[in-house]
């Protein structure tokens, strides 16, 4: 079956743009999770949504962040006005709540 | 205490050698584990989940102590192709994170 997609893979974008990051979870996955890895570096936890409980917003670096997901379905990441420590690689990950999580491809995103 | 806990590495290793990984977690709460397997700009993708009585899949063989609270993956006969980061999952405490937290990986590099 389909796995987890993301869109774009990269986004090369200014310093001070506002940039929106697509994820496609696995179908029939509550749970959805993203992720920012900057290069040589772990997995930092953004945000995660489990049906249709209030997400956890807790590892949002600022308020520039943010992310909505409509009932368990594709999720977007929005950052607004983009700083060059916004560049990395964002990760998405689907999976029934508590078990193993499936990952997307990840968007690569460049800040100039 | 970091709340999971890996030797960051690298671990260099000749073909055919042994190499074990060991990771340790604090929250003794836990109910399930994992590892995941993430190669050089790519995804992590899950290579076994870790049961209480041990659990091998071919030449890797995932061990749980959960008195010690540590989680160990052994890996026999490497291969060029395993070279690789391995990253250990672990559930937290019901809310944090999507109750998954990752480790920030160990290094594995195995060499002709």
């Known amino acids: 079956g389909a796995g987890v997609s993301q869109s774009p893979s990269n986004k090369v974008t200014e310093k001070g743009k506002d940039v929106e990051l697509r994820c496609d979870p696995i179908?029939?996955?509550?749970?959805l999770y993203w992720y920012r890895q900057r290069l040589g570096q772990g997995l930092e936890f953004l945000i995660y949504f489990q049906g249709n409980s209030a997400p956890d917003k807790s590892g949002l670096p600022s308020d520039r962040f943010s992310a909505e997901r409509t009932g368990e379905s594709v999720s977007t990441l929005t950052i607004q006005r983009t700083q060059q420590e916004d560049s990395a690689v964002y990760l998405c990950a689907s999976s029934l709540a508590g078990f193993e999580q499936y990952f997307g491809p990840g968007t690569r995103l460049t800040v100039t | 205490r970091k709340e999971v806990e890996q030797d960051p590495g690298p671990f260099n290793v000749p073909e055919g050698a042994t190499v074990a990984f060991n990771c340790t977690y604090s929250?003794?709460?836990?109910?399930?584990f994992f590892w995941y397997r993430q190669d050089c700009r790519k995804e992590p993708k899950l290579l076994m989940s870790v049961y209480s009585s041990g659990n091998e899949d071919g030449r890797f063989t995932a061990q749980l102590n959960r008195a010690s609270q540590y989680i160990s993956l052994l890996i026999r006969d490497s291969k060029l192709s395993d070279s690789a980061t391995y990253l250990c999952?672990?559930?937290?405490?019901?809310?944090?994170?999507?109750?998954?937290?990752f480790g920030k990986g160990t290094k594995l590099s195995v060499k002709p």
């Open positions: 999952v672990v559930t937290g405490d019901g809310g944090s994170q999507g109750n998954l937290i």
């Open positions: 929250n003794s709460a836990s109910q399930s």
């Open positions: 179908s029939g996955h509550t749970a």
